[in-house]
């Protein structure tokens, strides 16, 4: 079984999914380099592909971080 997760920013008034508007645009989360330091302090042994990807691994679970190709990161 797997699931896909994403973390984005959301307006600071927005307690529910239905508060975000339409139109909103969440901000960037950081530049590549500095998303993937925080996730390296969070976490031991998180292996990267390339610079796009990272792999969490674990004798439970896996976890697959996609960065995404464009620097910053939104997502």
Do not use: H
């Amino acid at each position: 079984m797997s699931w896909d997760v994403l973390l984005q920013k959301f307006p600071r008034k927005a307690r529910r999914p239905e508060n975000v508007p339409d139109d909103y645009v969440p901000p960037v989360i950081g530049c590549r380099a500095e998303v993937t330091s925080a996730l390296r302090k969070l976490f031991r042994n998180v292996e990267s592909a390339d610079a796009s990807f990272l792999t969490l691994s674990r004798s439970a679970f896996t976890i697959e971080i996609n960065l995404g190709d464009e620097d910053p990161c939104s997502q």
